[in-house]
T-cell receptor, first 112, second 115 residues
């Protein structure tokens, strides 16, 4: 049972435009959400996170939005750069739990 | 480099053989996790250590799998009698209780191919 879903396996965006990556979850106990970025032959690298007490968290070009009622979060990258091309994983966890639940990933390609 | 390291990076073995992977976490991290990632999927949790104690195991961790963290530092993951279905990327992560509780730092992974 996939508790975290990323329904878009791939996304292509022109350099300088906005990239929007989406993630849905089903478990209402999740209260902390993370985005990881993964390059080939490397492990996932932490990018940005958000607690369920917030609906937005911003870090430079990266912003994560959380809509708890819809059980939906999104990652916005503005402006997109070719170096952002990677696979992005959404992950979720409950307070007190130890394991992250990951989505299946979205491959972002930023076209120069 | 003070990140999480894993060894080997690649392992090819024949079905039925035993394999062992090693993970060295970030030195001040007392929490260590193993995940498995198959093609087209996100990482899936296998097991969790706090210091040397193995506190949680996923149902994905069959009795052919065993993990240890004997001194609360590095960890090993052993797979006995490997099967072709064990072919995957095995990822190790670590975290600190004093930092963001849920921010796990991942190593580069060990890619296992079972022939």
């Amino acid at each position: 049972d996939q508790q975290v879903k990323q329904n878009s396996p791939s996304l292509s965006v022109q350099e300088g435009r906005i990239s929007i990556l989406n993630c849905d979850y089903t478990n209402s106990m999740f209260d902390y959400f993370l985005w990881y970025k993964k390059y080939p032959a490397e492990g996932p690298t932490f990018l940005i996170s958000i607690s369920s007490i917030k609906d937005k968290n911003e870090d430079g070009r990266f912003t994560v939005f959380l809509n708890k009622s819809a059980k939906h979060l999104s990652l916005h990258i503005v402006p997109s750069q070719p170096g952002d091309s990677a696979v992005y994983f959404c992950a979720a966890i409950s307070t007190g739990a130890n394991n992250l639940f990951f989505g299946t990933g979205t491959r972002l390609t930023v076209i120069p | 480099d003070t990140g999480v390291s894993q060894d080997p990076r690649h392992k090819i073995t024949k079905r039925g053989q035993n394999v062992t992977f090693r993970c060295d976490p970030i030195s001040e991290h007392n929490r260590l996790y193993w995940y498995r990632q198959t093609l087209g999927q996100g990482p899936e949790f296998l097991t969790y250590f706090q210091n040397e104690a193995q506190l949680e195991k996923s149902r994905l961790l069959s009795d052919r799998f065993s993990a240890e963290r004997p001194k609360g530092s590095f960890s090993t993951l052993e797979i006995q009698r490997t099967e072709q279905g064990d072919s995957a990327m095995y990822l190790c992560a670590s975290s600190s209780t004093s930092g963001w509780d849920n921010e796990q730092f991942f190593g580069p992974g060990t890619r296992l191919t079972v022939l």
